[in-house]
Nanobody
Framework: QVQLVESGGGLVQAGGSLRLSCTAS????????MGWYRQAPGQQREFIAGITVIGTPNFADSVKDRFTISRDNAKNTVYLQMRSLKPEDTAVYFC?????????WGQGTQVTVSS
C-alpha cells in the first residue's frame, strides 16, 4: 500500500511562512514526480507545485514567486516552503506522487492563514 505522510500544516498570520513535508516509501519516491495540490472549501483541488525525479520544479502561477519545492533523496521526502502567505492560501494541502492515471495521495494537511 502506497503511503504518503504529510506534516507541517498549521495556523499562521498573513505574511508568515510554513514548510510542508511529505515522506514516501523509497520505491515511490525514486520513481515518481511528487508535489502538492490544495483544496479550499467549496473549491476544486488545484495544482500548486511539483518536482520531477531529477529535481525539475514546476509551480502554479499563483505561488511561483512565493513557494519553493525541493526533495531530499536521503529522506524520501519532498518539501514545500511557503513564504509571504496570504489568507487565500488557506486550504487543505495534499501531497501527491505520480502522474496521469497513476497518482497517489496523502491524507492532507490543513493550512490556515489569518489576516
Amino acid at each position: 500500500q502506497v503511503q504518503l505522510v504529510e506534516s507541517g500544516g498549521g495556523l499562521v498570520q498573513a505574511g508568515g511562512s510554513l514548510r510542508l513535508s511529505c515522506t514516501a516509501s523509497r520505491s515511490i519516491f525514486i520513481s515518481n514526480t511528487m508535489g502538492w495540490y490544495r483544496q479550499a472549501p467549496g473549491q476544486q483541488r488545484e495544482f500548486i507545485a511539483g518536482i520531477t525525479v531529477i529535481g525539475t520544479p514546476n509551480f502554479a502561477d499563483s505561488v511561483k514567486d512565493r513557494f519553493t519545492i525541493s526533495r531530499d533523496n536521503a529522506k524520501n521526502t519532498v518539501y514545500l516552503q511557503m513564504r509571504s502567505l496570504k489568507p487565500e492560501d488557506t486550504a487543505v494541502y495534499f501531497c501527491y506522487a505520480g502522474t496521469g492515471s497513476r497518482m497517489y495521495w496523502g491524507q492532507g494537511t490543513q493550512v490556515t492563514v489569518s489576516s
